[in-house]
């Protein structure tokens, strides 16, 4: 397939699951209640301790979590998402049709980023409700935004994997919540890594969303130390999950039976 025919393909893939997500308004009432819950909750129940340790107001520490938080959750609908189409025979049918095999997969990550999109912008409005306020300029607030959301569509590609190899929406649902919560409790999402236990400082500090997170209160409100550092730690991460499961996951769309 020639690169304006799969990226027209991809376009289309883009449109049809874009459409069926606002074709089901539940789907995007959920995807952001749950973040909107989770601010809600760690703001008001660990901010008082939190805020006594740092001196800074707690929605300002976690809103960079929570947003990366969110951009992970919504990676595992891809999986789901791809699982359903399985069970349904809707893989099938794009299986039968001269387009490429790239672009079904491309085109489902980048319909759940564009969700991702959405959900996030609440949550950003919310947070400001809260309290939050960056620091820095729009520039790189954007920036945040949009390596956020590049950061979501690296795991979505992960997650696509899992739905691919496991095939049951339900199962992808739970094994995706077991790769994803350690992720995202062991890391500067909701406290500083160094309160964490020696042993386990080792692995929050250099895992991936550790690093993003730090990039985003870097860009959002700046006095990260070293910040500029874990904005590349996070493009490297993004850049090897795509190179290593983007090939995976079409090797396993091509051997599906």
């Not at 919504?74 to 001269?98: C, F, N, Y």
């Amino acid at each position: 397939m020639s690169l304006v025919h799969t990226t027209s393909d991809i376009f289309q893939i883009i449109q049809r699951n874009v459409r069926r997500n606002f074709r089901i308004p539940q789907l995007l009432v959920f995807s952001s209640i749950q973040p909107v819950i989770f601010l809600l909750l760690f703001n008001f129940v660990f901010g008082g301790a939190v805020t006594a340790l740092s001196g800074e107001k707690y929605i300002n520490f976690l809103l960079p979590g929570i947003l990366a938080q969110t951009a992970l959750f919504g990676a595992i609908q891809t999986g789901v998402g791809l699982a359903e189409d399985l069970g349904k025979g809707m893989i099938d049918r794009l299986r039968s049709l001269p387009m490429s095999r790239v672009a079904v997969l491309a085109g489902r990550t980048l319909a759940d980023a564009v969700r991702n999109f959405f959900v996030i912008i609440i949550m950003c409005t919310v947070g400001v409700a809260l309290g939050f306020r960056a620091t820095e300029g729009s520039l790189k607030v954007s920036a945040a935004i949009l390596l956020v959301l590049v950061f979501g569509l690296a795991f979505s590609w992960i997650s696509a994997c899992v739905g691919l190899l496991v095939k049951d929406s339900e199962t992808v649902q739970v094994v995706g919540f077991l790769w994803v919560f350690p992720l995202v409790f062991a890391s500067s999402v909701f406290v500083p890594v160094a309160t964490m236990p020696e042993w386990l400082q080792v692995f929050a500090r250099n895992q991936p969303v550790t690093q993003v997170v730090n990039a985003i209160r870097h860009l959002t409100r700046g006095g990260v130390p070293n910040g500029s550092e874990f904005v590349w730690h996070t493009i490297a991460w993004i850049a090897g999950i795509i190179i290593v499961f983007a090939p995976i996951a079409v090797w396993r769309y091509r051997k599906i039976k």
